[in-house]
Nanobody, 127 residues
Framework: VQLVESGGGLVQPGGSLRLSCAASGFTLDYYSIGWFRQAPGKEREGVSCISRSDGNTYYADSVKGRFTISRDNAKNTVYLQMDSLKLEDTAVYYC?????????????????????WGQGTPVTVSS
């Protein structure tokens, strides 16, 4: 069971990036999937989740209106489109699968709700 993130990099303020989270060894659409981020010296922050049950999406206030989470079940991949990036979005971004049976993104902002994690992809927003 493995989650692999990609798509991070260096971008200027106001720019965009799309992160991908590809799964191997299990089927992503059986799980609700979340994205976390961790900036240097800060706690890990849950930023978004897409539910298994109905595809509902959830966002932290800090990214609402700028980030969009989506999934492509045929590609076994979840995406995080990040627009209007700010300096404070700089962090390592992780995707993670909520515990099996958590169909509605319950507790998605708590790291303890997740059973599988990727290795992270760094995002740097800088001019």
């Amino acid at each position: 069971v493995q989650l692999v993130e990609s798509g991070g990099g260096l971008v200027q303020p106001g720019g965009s990036l799309r992160l991908s989270c590809a799964a191997s060894g299990f089927t992503l659409d059986y799980y609700s999937i979340g994205w976390f981020r961790q900036a240097p010296g800060k706690e890990r922050e849950g930023v978004s989740c897409i539910s298994r049950s109905d595809g509902n999406t959830y966002y932290a206030d800090s990214v609402k209106g700028r980030f969009t989470i989506s999934r492509d079940n045929a590609k076994n991949t979840v995406y995080l489109q990040m627009d209007s990036l700010k300096l404070e979005d700089t962090a390592v971004y992780y995707c993670a699968a909520l515990a099996f049976g958590n169909y509605y993104c319950s507790g998605y902002q708590r790291a303890s709700s997740y059973s599988h994690w990727g290795q992270g992809t760094p995002v740097t927003v800088s001019s």
